[in-house]
């Protein structure tokens, strides 16, 4: 079928499962959206009171629920969000996927081989589409990044350095992060982000080498992952364990033959391109998340790079067109290296026992 057959055109309903920390901001998202999109929240789901309020109040009327499977029984969106913590997603996507929903799930997409298998297994018999929020594959900053790479503006790629530094996640449901079973460690939480997109930009990794640290319980809390792309190399670094007074720090620098590109999330600008010749300069990028959303009177900048991949969802949703930029199987090739990394994480570590 082509783009034109595949199109939706009338509204598009839509059901939110998980209202925390990612789901409040999906919720956002969508009723800045709701307008323009013509998409409208139909049911909420979350078991814990005052956010399952909080996600219902933006929507006079709402459906509400208190648990992601009971609205799953009693609703048929057209889309359903999963932003649950992240040992509830494949079971939630699978079953949403059965009724026949598209779905947009936060990352890691799932933990496991054996759920990445049944989530595409299940996605080619319900042809359904699925986009997962890999979000750096959205940041202005990123793409910016990746397109200067393929057009070569700066010459070849050399080599690139990622980090992703937090403080310990220790604000989640039941304190989900911090238990390797349910989140996957700083490896499949964070570090996916920066695996993720040098993946997207650069294919899949030769080989690569990994030095990790953990928190005394034994949770893995940093990871740096040497990888060599054919002839280019990077490194990557996501760390769990900033102290609090450190602000979420996202960076990049890429080495090119002419310029080096440095980001900085906790700067302004943030991102700056340092030529050759001694020019300094920040360029200009592609958002379209920087006004104020007039019917929802909502601040997009607020919501910034997740605005625009829901934004994308929808679009190809409205327009039939393929959704390239976070399908499911790049969100599952993506927890598979992590998983490979986690488990080279893990070996450095018991190798290493004084840092463990
Ligand atoms: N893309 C990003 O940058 C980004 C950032 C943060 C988190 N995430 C991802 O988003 C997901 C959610 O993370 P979060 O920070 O919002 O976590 P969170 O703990 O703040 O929110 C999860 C919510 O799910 C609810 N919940 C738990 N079990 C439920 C069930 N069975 N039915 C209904 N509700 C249930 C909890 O009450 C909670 O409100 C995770 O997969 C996480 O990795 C992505």
Not at 11 to 17: P, Y
Request: overall charge negative.
């Amino acid at each position: 079928m082509g783009e034109r057959e595949n199109a939706i055109t009338r509204k598009l309903t839509v059901a939110l499962i998980g209202c925390g920390g990612m789901g409040g901001t999906h919720n956002l998202a969508l009723k800045a959206l709701s307008d323009e999109m013509d998409v409208e929240m139909i049911a909420i789901a979350d078991c814990r009171e005052e956010c399952l309020e909080k996600g219902a109040a933006v929507w006079p009327g709402v459906h509400k629920y208190g648990t992601g499977m009971e609205l799953l029984e009693n609703e048929s969106p057209d889309i359903v969000h999963i932003c649950l913590p992240s040992y509830l997603h494949a079971d939630h996507a699978v079953r949403a996927m059965k009724k026949g929903c598209h779905v947009f799930i936060e990352k890691p997409v799932c933990l496991s081989k054996e759920e990445g298998e049944l989530l595409l297994q299940t996605q080619r018999e319900t042809g359904v589409k699925v986009m997962v929020g890999q979000v750096v594959r959205s940041f202005a900053e990123y793409r910016y990044l990746k397109e200067i790479y393929e057009k070569q503006t700066y010459g070849k790629l050399k080599s690139v350095v990622m980090q992703r530094l937090s403080r310990k996640a220790a604000w989640g449901f039941e304190n989900w992060f911090m238990d390797e079973e349910k989140s996957g460690s700083v490896v499949l939480d964070l570090h996916i982000h920066d695996l993720d997109f040098l993946r997207y930009m650069l294919g899949e990794p030769d080989s690569f080498t990994v030095k990790a640290a953990s928190f005394d319980t034994g949770l893995i809390n940093q990871v740096i992952t040497d990888y060599q792309f054919k002839d280019i190399f990077a490194v990557a670094e996501g760390l769990w364990d900033v102290s609090p007074a450190v602000a979420f720090e996202p960076s990049f620098r890429a080495s090119f033959e002419e310029a080096t590109v440095i980001y900085n999330g906790t700067k302004d600008p943030a991102l700056l391109v340092y030529e050759k010749d001694g020019k300094v300069f920040a360029p200009e990028l592609k958002k379209d998340d920087q006004m104020q959303d007039a019917v929802s009177g909502i601040n997009l900048s607020d919501l910034g790079p997740y605005y625009t991949e829901i934004r994308y969802f929808l679009e190809c949703l409205r327009s039939g067109k393929e959704m390239r930029r976070a399908p499911l199987e790049e969100g599952v090739k993506s927890v598979l290296l992590g998983l490979e990394e986690l488990e080279a994480a893990r070996e450095y570590i018991k190798g290493h026992k004084s840092n463990g």
